[in-house]
């Protein structure tokens, strides 16, 4: 089965400072994702990657930097942290679907709390 | 852009009670649909998927049919269980042909709680 790991699982950060949560993946995919998850609002997409090396802007961006140094790790980066970034961050991989599509494999989840 | 509406935040269902959770979306082109399941402090997980017109298809119970006539994809089980207590997400991704053909849209979700 895919894997799709996160480390740390739980994060308590003050304002202004920097974090970083990291994701490792052992499927192969080219593909991987940064999401957000708040009540009332699902999953947003914050920043994703076509493979090492590249990053794009999800549909929240703003306040996130993200960093794929290699195919399996995928990096988002608060670098001044704010109480309304608190939330619970996935990381996901994902496989394409023959003619289109794509499914993902998400990791287990961070949960960062911004004082 | 596209869109995927959930029109339930909650549904709350006696266990036995068959099931039936909305999902809407809005797209340019062919779509592919997926259902995801969370339950309480794990990560979401594939529970279906489908890109076949007015074919069902089935997992675990649950079963849904994509509409593309009325866009729709709506999940259903016909006799739910207290395991099913879970936030389940329908979500699209586009054709190759669309700006977000690797990228997933997610509904907002909804809460299903099963009682005794």
């Known amino acids: 089965e895919a894997a799709v790991t996160q480390s740390p699982r739980n994060k308590v950060a003050v304002t202004g400072g920097k974090v970083t949560l990291s994701c490792n993946q052992t499927n192969n995919h080219n593909n991987m994702y940064w999401y957000r998850q708040d009540t009332g609002h699902g999953l947003r997409l914050i920043h994703y990657?076509?493979?090492?090396?590249?990053?794009e802007k999800g549909d929240i961006p703003d306040g996130y930097k993200a960093s794929r140094p290699s195919q399996e790790n995928f990096s988002l980066i608060l670098e001044l942290a704010t109480p309304s970034q608190t939330s619970v961050y996935f990381c996901?991989?994902?496989?394409?679907?023959?003619?289109?599509?794509?499914?993902?494999?998400f990791g287990p989840g961070t949960r960062l709390t911004v004082l | 852009g596209d869109s995927v509406t959930q029109t339930e935040g909650l549904v709350t269902l006696t266990k036995g009670l068959p099931v039936m959770l909305n999902c809407t979306y809005q797209t340019t082109y062919s779509p592919f649909l997926f259902w995801y399941v969370q339950h309480l402090n794990e990560a979401p997980k594939l529970l279906l998927k489908s890109s076949t017109d007015n074919k069902r298809t089935e997992h675990q119970g649950f079963y849904a049919t994509l509409h593309k006539s009325s866009s729709s994809f709506h999940l259903q089980k016909s006799s739910v269980q207290l395991s099913d207590s879970a936030l389940y997400f329908c979500a699209l991704s586009g054709s190759l042909l669309s700006g977000s053909f690797n990228k997933l849209t997610f509904g907002a979700g909804t809460r299903l709680a099963v009682c005794p």
């Open positions: 990657s076509y493979g090492a090396g590249s990053t």
């Open positions: 996901a991989s994902g496989d394409a679907l023959g003619l289109g599509g794509y499914e993902q494999y």
